[in-house]
């Protein structure tokens, strides 16, 4: 088995709001996906499919080779805290530690017990009274701890400062190169989560704009930074015609234009002869790019950017 997680043609309707659209996506087995894209993208939607808490409109949903939906053999290898999980009124850490474990046959009290401490979660507050930060805390140790074949992440990053984000990164990484699974990672946070990604996939309106493996997103589109006039002349000229302009951007006298594909040597030639950079796009603006109000193309690219 080389896919963790497949969807087949998966969409998800809520009355006429169409969540997924269509979607199809595989995840391979022991990758670090991170699932990016706007709110109400349709991440959360896809998330409660593989975790089994939903089931599709129509498609199939597949993790570890069977559908999740009332599967207690697959249920049992996926771990999925919601980003506004809920918890008992009267619950206290001390409560996530005695009961997750009967829900994770891989628990580790050892890395619980750590990141209960280094995440600094209070042991004497009522979960119900933590705050947004403290909250994503227990829903990393939960995550992190459970050491599921499936762990599914919720934009686990809310509310966290910057030291408890980096703690986060470094524990995640120690304890999945120990204990290697599939890690899927839906974050607003690209910049910082980039380092830790070997598959990428990216959402808007309920489908799936790229599905391709880390070092692959370069390949995906490219920038043109400059001046207002010598950015337009270039994008708009014979040169770029029959390329997709994803997102186009001016502030005051600059532009910068992000187009689909790579830079060949003419356009980096034609670019270079009117003051105009050239620069693979990051994954940041890639994902702002596909979130753009402009339409969504319908072919399926050869470099895993799907529509």
């Not at 356009?267 to 693979?280: K, L, N, W």
């Given at each position: 088995m080389t896919d963790a997680i497949a969807l087949h043609a998966v969409s998800r309707l809520f009355g006429r709001t169409r969540a997924l659209d269509e979607v199809d996506l595989r995840i391979p087995v022991g990758s670090i996906c991170g699932l990016l894209g706007r709110n109400g993208a349709g991440k959360t939607s896809l998330m409660a499919l593989v975790a089994g808490q939903d089931r599709p409109t129509t498609g199939r949903v597949e993790v570890l080779g069977q559908r999740p939906f009332e599967n207690e053999a697959v249920l049992s290898k996926v771990s999925f805290v919601r980003d506004n999980q809920r918890y008992p009124d009267d619950y206290r850490l001390r409560h996530v530690l005695r009961i997750a474990p009967?829900?994770?046959?891989?628990w580790s009290a050892d890395v619980a017990s750590e990141l209960a401490d280094r995440l600094r979660i209070?042991?004497?507050?009522?979960?119900?009274?933590?705050?947004?930060?403290?909250?994503?805390?227990?829903?990393?140790?939960?995550?992190?701890?459970?050491?599921?074949?499936?762990?599914?992440?919720?934009?686990?990053?809310?509310?966290?400062?910057?030291?408890?984000?980096?703690?986060?990164?470094?524990?995640?990484?120690?304890?999945?190169?120990?204990?290697?699974?599939?890690?899927?990672?839906?974050?607003?946070?690209?910049?910082?989560?980039?380092?830790?990604?070997?598959?990428?996939?990216?959402?808007?309106?309920?489908?799936?704009?790229?599905?391709?493996?880390?070092?692959?997103?370069r390949r995906l589109a490219f920038l043109l930074s400059g001046t207002t006039d010598a950015v337009g002349a270039l994008a708009d000229g014979?040169?770029?015609?029959?390329?997709?302009?994803?997102?186009?951007?001016?502030?005051?006298?600059?532009?910068?234009?992000?187009?689909?594909?790579?830079?060949?040597?003419?356009?980096?030639?034609?670019?270079?002869?009117?003051?105009?950079?050239?620069?693979?796009?990051?994954?940041?603006?890639?994902?702002?790019?596909?979130?753009?109000?402009?339409?969504?193309?319908?072919?399926?690219?050869?470099?895993?950017?799907?529509?």
């Open positions: 009967e829900f994770a046959p891989n209070p042991s004497t507050t009522a979960i119900t009274k933590f705050s947004r930060g403290q909250l994503s805390a227990v829903a990393i140790l939960i995550g992190l701890a459970s050491r599921a074949p499936v762990t599914l992440l919720d934009e686990p990053y809310l509310g966290l400062d910057v030291t408890a984000r980096a703690l986060f990164h470094d524990l995640l990484i120690r304890d999945y190169t120990e204990h290697p699974r599939t890690i899927v990672l839906s974050t607003h946070l690209v910049e910082e989560s980039e380092t830790l990604l070997d598959h990428v996939v990216i959402m808007d309106r309920g489908r799936i704009l790229a599905d391709c493996d880390s070092d692959q997103t014979p040169l770029l015609a029959g390329t997709e302009v994803l997102q186009s951007t001016t502030v005051g006298g600059l532009r910068s234009v992000t187009v689909r594909g790579v830079a060949d040597e003419d356009i980096r030639s034609a670019a270079g002869a009117v003051g105009v950079q050239v620069s693979p796009a990051s994954l940041q603006d890639l994902v702002v790019a596909f979130g753009a109000d402009a339409p969504i193309p319908s072919t399926t690219h050869s470099t895993g950017v799907r529509a």
